[in-house]
């Protein structure tokens, strides 16, 4: 179809080129002599209004044609190891049914109106596959995330024409302990098919702990709950008892019930702490009759009861995103026990980890129970002077302070207008913070300092943060650890100092928290390994006739037959260890058996810059079951021995523990997304060959200039060319 893009109106566009052509036509009839040339030069003439005419009409050819794309289709193949597992008294696996799914005519049928997108999963998703690629792979995983892989199927295609999804799979996630995930609704539909019969895995019962869960770390007289993920299949629906052990002490029991297709249950016990120590509490599930593998029946874990040496008291005003990030790195420390007093609504605090009359007074009895003191944004009138003076005879006296400051703390009316002047490592600050993305450099002290030991290459890149205290002057005892650089000048902005027995830290930023945020948080954790370390060194040293000199830890509590564990002991003895001492780790295992491994002497780095002798060594686990560790050496004739702490081993990884596919995740998916679940192959190849998948229409107009030619505007060109020539050769004007 051909269209004329002019906006001057036709009539006029038509008027115009006539008057041209009068006007040409009457100045050769009247003054030009008659000849061939000169006819020759009126049809040139003409000719040239012709084409004239033809550009100002803006001529244009439109074709517009009607696309039907083909949608798409996702096939989603579990290709962890529990997919090559064989029900009682079947003779194929999971993984033979979805090779036979792959190989019916749904899939050329199919193909013919979408395009199939196969994907494998078992940890992660992998890249796109054709179908005779899927048809290739090989179950290795060692671990299925179910609930992961289609999390991040749909997201990968979003906004896109999704006609259906096929989920190959046993329905086994081994990260999710509950199965409510499967409810979620999805964008398409996603069908399920049916691996094995099911109560085919009923024959045999099974019961395990999947997991223990409790604070590993308490103060005495603390409550805490301790809870256990019991799992198993072909129970019968009967009661099951569950039994707590604290160093092989009955403590409890408690019933519980799994459905007889199989499931899990969580079992809460509620622990008490009245004394300080290294305590080990098991959890035992007695054997079924005829269940055969027992040696998973049992879990346990070491919670280290501490007394008030290890408490830290965090005093905030109201709620900022300092004291947000903070709260959860204390929390989650393994060095301290915190209690945080954070300012809400009316004055009123709210409290985390408060036991007791614990109470934000900072009363000189109540500061006797901390070791190390936080506070944060307040001014001098909420701090007071009595707080104040306290808190200086708390450093004084050995205890470690952080300013962590803020607004109002660092302004006129804050640290400096009451007693902790005396201390403060600033002499003089600007009050206001100045606002910006400010890089952060380390100074020669910083990196020497031990918050900021470990990987040079990450503190030498620090995160930036967005505002600075300025106009800082240090004191003379102070170390600039941290310094922030702003286009004018150079901001010192965490500061330390010794102050009488203690030591003080001042942070002259309210944007530290920025770190949590940086690109490369999640990796490297910059907040949390700064705020770590820098704990770590104001903690007071062991004091001296310490019960045990050497410490025993794991790498980790939970591992599976075949694995390697590594074993840690540190020397926190007072006296220097001799360089031939000898030690070594004594492991007991499920047979009461105690068997010695020889460790290896390595050195640690201290906060002090000194090294203290660290031994180390690897254990694999050969045989499942509980075990527990303790480090014992000979140091001058006598015999030194850590606390035990325990570990389990078992017997199968969560990926290939002998258990049904679980249907009824199965069918949730398929039910909370619109899709079926089948019960056979010749179901789904019926439904899956003869699915009416609509295609989108989509309507692409292709545009063609029909004036902007080089052969139209190179024939203007010669038109006029021709006409000077011809006027030229009979010497015409």
Known sequence: MIIYEHTLPTVLIGLGVAAATAVSMLGYVLWVKKSLPMAVMAALRVFFLALLTWCLLLPGRRETQTLKNKPRFVV?????????????????????????????????????NCDLDCYAFATDVGRKLSVEEARQLTPDGTATLLRDALKKTVGRYAGVDVAGGLLLSDGLDTREVFSDWAAETRPFPIHTLVLEPEAVWEEEPDVRIDSVNTPRRVTVGWQTELKAIVSGQGTQGQAIPVQLFKDDVLQG????????????REVVFHLEHPMSGIKTYRVYVPPFPKETRTNDNEMAVSV???DAKNRLLYVEGPPRWESKYLTRVLRSSKQITPVIFLRGAQGRFMTFGVQGIMAPDMQEAQLALFKMVIVGNLDAEELTEERARNLVRFVDTGGSLVLLGGSKAWSENGFARTSLRKLLPAKQYGGKAMAGEFTMLLTDMGRAHPAFAGEPALWAQMPPVLSVFPNVQPSPGARVLVAAKAPTATHPLILSQQYGQGKVVAIFTDSLWKWQLSPDAIKNSPYQRFWDQLISWLSPKEEKGAEKELEAFVDREQLFVGEELEISARWLGTAPLPADAPVGAEITGPDKRTLRYAMSRQGTQT???????????????EQAGLFTVAAAGEIGGKRALSDPVSFAVKPFTPESVPRPANQQILQNISRNSSGQFFASVDALNQHL????????????SRYDSLWQRGILLTCLILVLTAEWIFRKMKFMP
């Open 689 to 700: 060959s003869t699915l009416n998948v609509k295609r989108l229409e989509q309507e692409i």
């Open 76 to 112: 989603l193949l579990d290709t962890s190891k529990s997919m090559l597992m064989t029900a009682p008294k079947q003779t194929t696996n999971r993984w033979a049914v979805v090779k036979q799914a792959l190989q019916q005519p749904w899939v050329a049928a199919l193909a013919a």
């Open 607 to 621: 906060s002090e810059g000194k090294t203290l002798p660290l031994f180390t060594c690897k254990f694999k686990a």
């Open 304 to 306: 280290q009861v501490v």
């Open 253 to 264: 029991e408690v019933q519980t019930q799994i459905p007889a297709g199989g499931g899990s």
